[in-house]
């Protein structure tokens, strides 16, 4: 078996539990003059030809990417580990010290310092900057931030954030300079931004003055496409090197075989449905009970992902998730349960045609999905005969994500069926708190539970893991009882690679994939 080896730096971050499970050794070959470039299929696109990683969704496919980095790192094993930081702690319930490394050059070759860290997140604040994130402000709910010396930060938040540093994790709060004609995205990653091309394709080159090593490989082309049938076509034609998000039908037949190069391991993507409680059929409280008793989870996760694709979901968080899910709850398959609710709550079919009526209507919710993970649609559609046999009618079809939010948020449709990483900054208290919560950015479900919202403050306030542990617990039961999301499945992600891919590791939180490390054998 070849040795991979793995720079201290990287290895601090990531931790070294292996993932991979490879059907054939590589054995490594002394590098080449030529150019060595990686081509990656995923999933997902850049929004526009200069994705700022600071402003919506974007910092996720530029911290994939290699682009740019947080202060603090979410390590293999869901911790928190030093990054562009070295030292991070909480001085205060309002304050909190970071102290730099002092080795690290932005892509324009000048050092990384304190004020330019602090430059980089009041971008985060100002209306009209490409970085402008009201989200992530909100998340961080910094007050101030003062600058010691050349190497040390203190940050101040308005009120008590147990939450702080680990929002310092998440993708969107990167580090940047201004960006040049010649350099449109200054990052400090081991890879230089070099173009995107909207939805369709992100490139970069290494950059040989990277804190952590030079990378191994020249060049990164990321591929977005979103029909994972295609990306595994483009694999089998050898246009791609890797693709991240395999079929998992095409997943399981390799294994069956034992051909390939696989890589698989859980992940905290949650496959749910957001359901529209402020009007609509849905804000029947009786009727989201009946969606839920009538789903078959096991029966959509061995149809939809083949026996290798995850399990299913009895709340929010992954039973991996041990410091924080709530193992005592379950979310049960019981469509005897679900007609007997119904019948009682007046909820019946009167004309005999096999859909129940409410308030003299005809039942037929309206869900969507979108393109991008191939479990969305066999769920939808396994989804839509479930509920037709307890009396339930739908209309389901399939369309791009934010229209679908902003169709849910109008009232247009009943439920959207999504795919969220339930914990991408480790914290339990993200997910609920921008889905759930009252008024925030993506609760499109008109959903409001004064106790959630109080548990959601009093977690954020509370330093102390064993109470916040109380107070998450039990916003998990309010939501699997009330069930303003009602979750389907825990998300395994599979890859496949062409059998030359060395230094390639599926992170949980899917937060990272292209680290110097990573190459492409001769």
Do not use: C
């Amino acid at each position: 078996m070849s040795k991979q080896i793995i720079r201290p730096a990287f290895a601090a971050l990531l931790g070294m539990g292996a993932v991979a499970s490879v059907a054939f050794t590589v054995a490594p070959q002394a590098a080449n003059a030529a150019e060595r470039t990686m081509r990656i299929a995923v999933p997902f696109g850049p929004k526009s030809s200069v994705p700022d990683p600071r402003a919506r969704q974007n910092g996720w496919l530029s911290n994939r990417a290699g682009v740019s980095e947080t202060l603090i790192g979410l390590g293999y094993d869901m911790t928190m580990q030093p990054r562009l930081a070295e030292t991070f702690e909480n001085l205060s319930p309002l304050e909190w010290k970071l102290t730099l490394r002092k080795d690290v050059k932005f892509h324009d070759g000048s050092a990384m310092t304190a004020q330019d860290v602090k430059a980089s997140f009041e971008k985060i604040d100002t209306e009209g900057h490409s970085g402008y994130n009201p989200r992530l402000s909100r998340l961080l709910d910094i007050d101030g931030i003062i600058v010691v010396g050349d190497y040390g930060l203190v940050f101040k938040t308005k009120s008590p954030n147990s939450a702080f540093l680990w929002s310092l994790t998440e993708p969107s709060a990167a580090v940047l300079k201004d960006g040049t004609d010649e350099l449109p995205l200054i990052g400090t990653g081991p890879f230089v931004f070099e173009l995107a091309e909207p939805e369709k394709t992100y490139q970069t080159r290494k950059f040989t003055d990277y804190w952590g090593g030079e990378p191994n490989l020249d060049r990164i082309v990321m591929d977005a496409l979103s029909d994972p049938s295609v990306a595994a076509l483009a694999l089998q034609a050898g246009d791609v090197d890797l693709v991240t998000n395999y079929p998992e039908p095409d997943f399981a037949a390799l294994k069956e075989k034992n051909e390939g190069q696989l890589f698989s391991r859980p992940t905290t993507r949650l496959f749910f449905f957001q359901v529209r409680t402020a009007d609509g059929p849905l804000a029947n409280a009786t009727l989201r009970s009946a969606v839920s008793l009538g789903l078959d989870r096991e029966t959509i996760v061995a149809a939809s992902l083949n026996g290798v694709g995850g399990d299913v979901a009895n709340g929010i968080f992954p039973a991996s998730m041990a410091s924080w899910a709530n193992t005592k709850l379950r979310l049960d398959y019981n469509p005897e349960k679900a007609r007997a609710l119904l019948d009682e709550a007046g909820i019946i079919d009167t004309n005999d045609d096999g859909i129940r009526e409410l308030d003299g209507e005809e039942i037929t919710l309206k869900i969507r999905s979108y393109e991008g993970r191939a479990a969305l649609r066999p769920t939808l559609e396994i989804s839509q005969a479930l509920l037709r046999q307890i009396g339930i009618g739908s209309e389901i079809s399939m369309a791009e994500y934010d229209a679908n939010n902003e169709a849910l948020k109008a009232g247009e449709i009943d439920m959207h069926l999504q795919a969220w990483g339930t914990a991408p900054q480790g914290d339990p208290g993200y997910f609920p708190g921008t889905l759930v919560e009252t008024g925030v950015s993506y609760n499109f479900s008109g959903y409001s539970n004064t106790e959630l919202d109080e548990l959601l403050r009093k977690g954020r306030e509370n330093f102390d893991d064993e109470v916040r542990k109380s107070y998450y617990d039990r916003v998990q039961e309010i939501i699997n009882t009330e069930l303003p999301l009602i979750p389907v499945f825990h998300k395994t992600q599979v890859s496949v690679g062409n059998g030359k891919v060395q230094g390639y590791r599926i992170h949980p939180a899917e937060t990272y994939l292209v680290t110097p490390d990573l190459t492409l054998a001769e």
